[in-house]
């Protein structure tokens, strides 16, 4: 089996009134290479005429960004030209490349009627190769998104990109990130096998599992080693978690706010690129 390095607990990090957990990076777990960050937001309930989520236009260079909405909704637009709304069950994965300028926010339905509220976006890093890739979008509604059951349909696995057993996730990853949300039944368990090498991303979003013989419960990011390769799962509960794993790019990580890049002087050059506009205008 693989082995559990640590177990670290997401820190509230709130944003105006949203309520927010980070689980990466932290004081205790800066990245797990290609995985960068990950902010959990709520779950929480709005109440009618509010303002909605709070990331209006701001730019972004050399890496992916995945969004699971769980509650609530998102409307996303780009200055790569993707616009979009997607409900509760869907997911958005943006690739950033060389830059673009993107808006998040919640539908004026949403903002008008309020309602239960909860999200979760993941930062992938994209490798030297990529960083200055074409930017894309792609939004998917719940239907789109395939799902495997195992145990008896005790277990969901909602496949994004990558593959698991033999169902293919629907959006194409540049780097062979693999990537699933998985619900679980109480009592319900699943296990896979992913090659040493590749680095895993494990984290409970609601309830509790065991995991390789160790209790990890919500808000828990579960770091492993890279010796073995099972991974066993059971739900102590009703639960729900964020599953994938990647092969490490092991290359220098310089980040600074929007932009993630190999090197300081790529930084700059990314904040004077969008100072010039090169990475589109918002109107």
Known sequence: ???????????????????TYRALPTNSVEYIDPFLFLNHHGPQVYKPNNRGLPFGPHPHRGFETLTFILEGDITHQDTG?????IQAGGVQWMTAGRGLIHAEVSSE???????????????????AKYKMTEPKYIGLQK?????????????????????????????PSLSDIHMA?????????????????RNIFFY??????????????????VEFTNEGEEVQVEALEESYILFGHAQPFN???????????NTEEEIH????????GKMGSWN
């Open 251 to 261: 290359e220098p990580v310089v980040a600074h706010g929007p932009f993630v890049m």
């Open 181 to 197: 949300s998985i619900e679980l039944q109480e009592g319900g368990s699943f296990s896979t096998s992913v090659p040493a090498e």
């Open 269 to 276: 050059e990314a904040f004077r690129d969008y100072q010039l």
């Open 1 to 19: 089996m693989r082995k559990i390095k640590k177990i670290h607990k997401a820190i509230s990090a709130p944003i105006d009134d949203l309520v």
């Open 143 to 171: 239907d789109k998104i395939p799902t495997v059951t195992e145990d008896g349909g005790k277990v969901k696995v909602n496949v994004v990109s990558g593959s698991w057993r033999d169902t293919e996730g629907p959006i």
């Open 109 to 127: 339905e949403f903002k008008k009627e309020g309602g239960p509220l909860e999200i979760l976006q993941l930062w992938f890093n994209l490798p």
């Open 204 to 221: 409970v979003v609601r309830g509790a599992v065991k995991v390789n013989g160790e209790k990890a419960e919500k808000l828990n990011l």
């Open 81 to 85: 030209g993707g616009k979009d709304v």
